[in-house]
């Protein structure tokens, strides 16, 4: 066994193009029935501010679970809205490979998978990037967005301006002013937010852009209206997961058009290049697990 991997040595492994890559294999995988894995059990400790999230799954190769702390109201607090932490172990006797930060890996895994997926149903010449949020998650989808598409302009949008605004200053963005200021004539939108109630609104969503719906995890929060969600082909990580967690999903009674991992696979056919496109992310254990061993099997090399 590994022992613990603290987030430095998970940060000095985990890069994006591999693990791009091992997000989309671990969505078809998902989809194609190959891994064995229970919608996440969340403990609510108290409601809309504090939240405990185990999430165990068994992939080919690794099996594990990961417990995940949600803590919105940290956000208004500067400490990181998720902690977790993943153990990692053999599939074919149980043995313990690891333990290892999964703060990092939850925040970097989230960006992949929507990186994937973007990849996959965003216009190839895109140029334009939203990010509604200002917080790690846009920081992360930022930098996993540009691995697959070439933006020449990245605005941002947060509740708070000031946090908008250093944001900007940090990455070479522009700050908006308002949400529809960030989005109108933006190719490629990220939701990133602690939102109960929608931010984002159809009417102001450039037909054949494609969002990145990541926060409103919560089967009675909201991001997105009724109207973007109604009129867009929408893609979520798990129909079971989407119908159980996911306001967005659920209060707006949107048919889902696919899981990504079926269209990853070829079970689905991509959605047409005329619809709006909305990938609803919930995060998978599938997807800690495929992190988690990419990094061990990285540690394990230079060991």
């Known amino acids: 066994m590994l022992g613990y991997l603290d987030e430095a040595s998970v940060r000095a492994v985990l890069e994006w193009d591999p693990l791009i890559d091992a997000m989309e294999a671990a969505l078809r995988d998902f989809s194609s029935g190959k891994v064995l894995q229970p919608v ?26 990961k417990l995940v702390s949600f803590y919105p109201a940290n956000a208004d607090k ?45 216009r190839p010449g895109a140029r334009v990037l939203a990010l509604i949020g200002s917080g790690v998650q846009a920081s992360a989808h930022l930098a996993a967005l540009k691995r697959v598409r070439d933006f020449e302009e990245t605005r941002v949008w947060s509740k708070t301006p000031e946090r908008a605004q250093r944001f900007a200053a940090e990455h070479g963005a522009i700050a908006a002013d308002d949400v529809r200021a960030a989005v109108e004539g933006a190719n490629v939108i990220v939701t990133a937010t ?99 061993r990419l990094v061990y099997d990285r540690v394990a090399r230079r060991a």
């Open 194 to 292: 602690n939102a109960q109630e929608p931010v984002l609104r159809g009417e102001w969503v450039k037909s054949g852009a494609h969002v990145n719906a990541i926060g409103a995890a919560r089967p009675n929060w909201r991001e997105l209206d009724d109207e973007l969600l109604l009129t867009s082909a929408l893609v979520v990580d798990s129909r079971e997961a989407a119908l159980k967690e996911s306001g967005d999903v659920i209060l707006s009674g949107a048919l889902i058009y696919a899981e990504a991992g079926e269209i990853f696979s070829g079970a689905k056919a991509t959605p047409p290049s005329g619809p709006t496109t909305v990938f609803k992310s919930l995060g998978l254990a599938g997807e800690d697990i495929a992190a988690a």
């Open 78 to 122: 500067g400490v990181p809205t998720h902690h977790a932490t993943i153990v990692l172990m053999r599939p074919d006797d149980g043995e313990p490979m690891a333990a290892m930060d999964g703060t990092l890996v939850t925040e970097m895994r989230t960006a992949a998978v929507s990186a994937a997926v973007t990849r996959r149903l965003a």
């Open 40 to 65: 996440r059990s969340v403990l609510t400790i108290e409601e809309g501010r504090r939240y405990l999230g185990v999430m165990p799954a068994v992939a080919e190769g690794a099996m594990g679970v």
